[in-house]
Nanobody
């Protein structure tokens, strides 16, 4: 079973940057896609970005495209979400989840993922 732990969340001013980490432990066999989701207070959880572990293909939701970048360190079983030009509307708790098949254009749908971590809080002030 795979366990995920997110970290790197913080409070920053608008325009600032953060790098979130999603560290996996356990048997990674069958983990082919890691997705990032976020949930703001009073809002539904939404998909932000996803990366296919095998070929490194990345997917980004329109609100973060051009500002957020995914990368991975396979030996460390860690995926990073670099967030630049942060906006107050990026304020949310961020979670990572896994899927056994490569990512696709459905990456924003949380129903395709499982085994999420406890999340890490990102707060962006104006």
């Amino acid at each position: 079973q795979v366990q995920l732990v997110e970290s790197g969340g913080d409070s920053v001013q608008a325009g600032g940057s953060l790098r979130l980490s999603c560290a996996a432990s356990g048997n990674m066999y069958g983990v082919a896609c890691i997705g990032w989701f976020r949930q703001a207070p009073g809002s539904a959880r939404e998909g932000v970005a996803a990366i296919s572990i095998g070929d490194g293909s990345t997917y980004y939701a329109d609100p973060v495209k051009g500002r957020f970048t995914l990368s991975q360190n396979n030996p460390k079983k860690t995926v990073y979400l670099q967030m630049n030009s942060l906006k107050p509307e990026d304020t949310a708790k961020y979670y990572c989840k896994i899927r056994a098949t490569p990512c696709g254009n459905w990456f924003r749908d949380e129903r395709f993922f499982r085994d999420g971590g406890p999340g890490t809080q990102v707060t962006v002030s104006s």
